[in-house]
């Protein structure tokens, strides 16, 4: 993922300056929101990381 935004920001930076690289996680218990921080840091510093939680998680919503 990293190397991909990377080379996406090297090849088109004007295009790759409006797109904001997100990361959603399907398991919401496990992936906190201070869990996700420390994760998406790892791969590229625009990344965000969104979670869901209660009845808006896809793992719930399939019970």
Do not use: C, W
């Not at 409006?18 to 590229?44: A, Y």
């Not at 969104?50 to 019970?63: E, M, N, Y």
Request: glycine share 4%; hydrophobic share 40%.
């Amino acid at each position: 993922m990293s190397k991909a935004l990377r080379l996406f920001e090297q090849r088109d930076p004007a295009r790759a300056a409006r797109i904001q690289p997100i990361m959603v996680t399907i398991d919401p218990e496990r992936d906190t929101p201070e869990v996700l921080k420390q994760f998406v840091g790892n791969f590229h510093p625009r990344l965000i990381g969104l979670t869901v939680s209660g009845v808006f998680s896809p793992r719930r919503s399939k019970a």
